[in-house]
């Protein structure tokens, strides 16, 4: 049995802390604020096992002129954003060629196919089942060319790996989802993914079982982490917490603090937005609505609203101009509502060039470990790279373990 140290309360960190426990470490999860509060407080709320695929970077002019112009609303981007992470885009662009975006798709199918089997037992043992339905996602077309590509691609997902899916036409969606006020060409049900009503809540019901195990949960900030002779120490208002080892679960954040310890991680941060509305209708399931990058999904506090991708700067102002651009454009489909007073929200996607997590060792650093860079799939993923990575710590080492490996990515 070892001390470790988790640093990093979101989902992938507290995931993180349960596996390590239920092998027999005794663990601390730290981080500034309380479990559940950053990225995993505001996402779409979706388990995405039809997510088989990790999203590759556009490479044809085409689509690149396209959000070059600003004529989509799934990708917004500024001068600065994409000057600060100009590194990380090349790499991203370079990973994105046919032959390496099917090798990692052909790791990233093995994780997103477990997602809702790696959920299952923590939803049940932390009593949150009253957060989770089992009614699948649903992409909405407006454009019949858009919905036969797309209907392609998800038969592509089904023949690769067994991805399920119906294609409905829009008449059909409409008798099927109430809450539309208009048929749309058609959609695509993805029926095994599944939705929460209040991703925070259920970040912080698997934050109140690690505790009700006997795991301990303090406020420490990542930025004091530091190398003892017998371990690392972090150092919060209570005090020194030690451990023999420490895993960084951070997120965005996670590349501000390797770099302290002389380690540079070119990663490609996508901000996104999201708006609660008093819509006076819920929806069964969250859908995509493809022509405008927005997802709707019913939450507890409302309807809300999630953005595509933002390729901004660190701390550059809020422009939630995708939302604003999502609110005009989904009117003719659904009821919004007025928007909830205070409901405005961003966070930002850790995403790695190569668009896998990266899950093991810290190379030269002993006792340094790490599990971040999901990418739009860090809530999915928690529990899945949660248990590889604490099999890593036991001594695991198959072929998805060395994949996911930072051995030679860092």
Not at 311 to 334: C, K, N, S, T
Request: proline fraction near 7%; glycine fraction near 10%.
């Amino acid at each position: 049995m070892a001390e470790i140290l988790v640093i990093g309360a979101g989902m992938v960190g507290v995931s993180t802390a349960l596996a390590l426990q239920d092998r027999g470490h005794a663990v601390t999860l730290a981080d500034r604020r309380a479990p559940g509060q950053e990225t995993s407080f505001g996402n779409a709320g979706v388990i995405q096992v039809e997510a088989a695929e990790p999203y590759p970077m556009p490479r044809a002019p085409s689509e690149l002129l396209r959000h070059a112009l600003g004529r989509t609303n799934d990708v917004t981007w500024s001068l600065s954003g994409l000057a600060s992470m100009a590194p990380a885009l090349w790499r991203y662009w370079r990973a994105s060629s046919s032959a390496h975006h099917a090798q990692a798709a052909a790791t990233y199918a093995r994780l997103t196919s477990r997602a809702t089997e790696d959920h299952a037992p923590l939803i049940a043992a932390s009593g949150a089942e009253n957060l989770v339905a089992r009614q699948g996602l649903a992409l909405v077309f407006r454009n019949p060319e858009k919905f036969e590509k797309e209907c392609g691609y998800a038969a592509h997902l089904a023949d690769r790996y067994g991805v399920r899916y119906r294609a409905v036409s829009g008449a059909d969606w409409r008798r099927e989802e109430p809450a539309l006020r208009s048929d749309p060409v058609g959609a695509i049900h993805f029926t095994d993914s599944w939705s929460v009503s209040d991703p925070g809540a259920l970040t912080t019901a698997y934050a109140a079982l690690f505790e009700k195990r006997g795991g301990r949960i303090v406020i420490a900030d990542a930025a004091t982490l530091a190398r003892t002779e017998t371990g690392w120490r972090l150092t919060g208002p209570e005090g020194a917490i030690t451990g023999e080892t420490a895993v960084l679960c951070l997120g965005p954040w996670t590349g501000v603090a390797l770099l302290r310890f002389g380690l540079r991680v070119p990663m490609v941060l996508k901000r996104g937005y999201h708006a609660h509305y008093d819509a006076p209708q819920q929806l069964r399931r969250p859908f995509l609505d493809t022509d405008n990058g927005v997802v709707l999904s019913s939450m507890r506090a409302g309807l809300r609203m999630t953005s595509g991708a933002a390729l901004v700067a660190p701390g550059a102002p809020a422009d939630p101009r995708q939302l604003a651009r999502g609110e005009r454009a989904v009117g003719d489909l659904v009821a919004l509502g007025p928007r909830i007073d205070g409901s405005d929200w961003f966070g930002t996607r850790p995403c790695l060039p190569g668009m896998l997590p990266m899950v093991g060792a810290v190379p030269g650093k002993p006792g340094l470990w790490v599990n971040f860079g999901h990418g739009h799939q860090g809530f999915t993923l928690g529990p899945t790279t949660a248990t590889l990575l604490a099999e890593s710590i036991d001594g695991a080492s198959t072929t998805l373990h060395k994949a996911l490996s930072p051995a030679t990515r860092l």
